[in-house]
């Protein structure tokens, strides 16, 4: 989701896209064929010379049952593709000037009302401890001298991908609500304020390490669920039991679904990053309009 977007933004200001795939089909001038379970082989140095920035998304929807051998692609899926690319890169002779690789909120863990900057320590559980390993897979660019950027992201809002393309249909029928108590905090941003953050870091080149990517007004789930059914027009009665939850996706829920994450973006917005929707209310109304 975010990379499509991020794509759309760059080819706008006429910049050269390349994209990472594992299809031999899709190989060509604007596509390079990678395997990013292979650390060891994953992409040739000499295809990936002479770039100017490096964005990293790859990952596993973790929106799901986490089984055991689920949980292991949601790890591949991240940290060995992490560790490929940067180990590709610190080959490179001719380095891009910063590679910016996603993260997640999920670092945190579940905080309760305690404000998370980045200055915060990880919490405890998968998540957590999946994030720890991810940005610490980019290690072998940095210690090559790249400039990294982490990115902290929070629940990337739009109504066609993603978590409130799946949370719009119950609502719109009149029967959605907030999640357990409706009391833990949700991290979010405004898909179009994702991409110009990442933009933002890609052209400064003073920032480097995490950053927390989210609007600076985090929201509870239960106001979140109000503010979803204000903009369109439906009451929002039907909340989400814990105990359904935990039924349904297991881990997930503990660890996703019901975590509290009161993360505020304080470097993004120090280093003088203005969203355009950062206020929930405001956003949802502009997203569904």
């Not at 985090?218 to 106001?223: A, H, L, S």
């Amino acid at each position: 989701m975010i990379g499509s977007a991020l794509a759309r933004a760059v080819y706008a200001e006429s910049w050269e896209v390349v994209r990472l795939v594992r299809t031999p089909a899709a190989d060509g001038p604007d596509a390079i064929l990678w395997n990013p379970a292979d650390v060891s082989s994953a992409v040739d140095p000499a295809r990936i010379e002479g770039f100017d920035i490096v964005v990293h998304l790859s990952g596993a929807n973790v929106a799901h049952r986490w089984t055991p051998e689920f949980k292991r692609e949601i790890v591949s899926s991240r940290v060995d593709s992490t560790q490929s690319l940067c180990s590709a890169l610190a080959r490179v002779r001719n380095r891009p000037r910063v590679l910016l690789c996603a993260s997640g909120s999920g670092i945190y863990g579940n905080r309760g009302d305690e404000i998370l900057t980045e200055e915060s320590a990880p919490g405890a559980g998968f998540l957590a401890d999946l994030c720890r390993t991810w940005e610490e897979a980019t290690r072998p660019a940095s210690d090559a001298g790249l400039r990294v950027v982490l990115l902290r992201c929070g629940i990337v809002l739009d109504p066609a991908s993603g978590a409130l393309a799946a949370m719009l249909p119950p609502f719109r029928f009149g029967v959605g609500g907030w999640l357990g108590s409706g009391c833990q905090w949700m991290p979010w941003i405004v898909l179009d304020d994702a991409v110009r953050a990442i933009l933002f870091l890609a052209a400064r080149d003073d920032l480097a390490g995490p950053f927390n990517v989210g609007s600076p007004q985090p929201v509870r789930n239960r106001g979140f669920a109000r503010a979803l059914a204000h903009a369109l027009r439906r009451p929002a009665l039907f909340p989400m039991p814990r105990f359904v939850l935990r039924l349904g996706f297991a881990e997930f829920a503990d660890e996703a679904l019901l975590a509290s994450q009161r993360m505020v973006p304080k470097r993004l917005i120090d280093a003088g990053f203005e969203l355009e929707h950062p206020e929930i209310q405001t956003a949802l109304k502009a997203l569904l309009r």
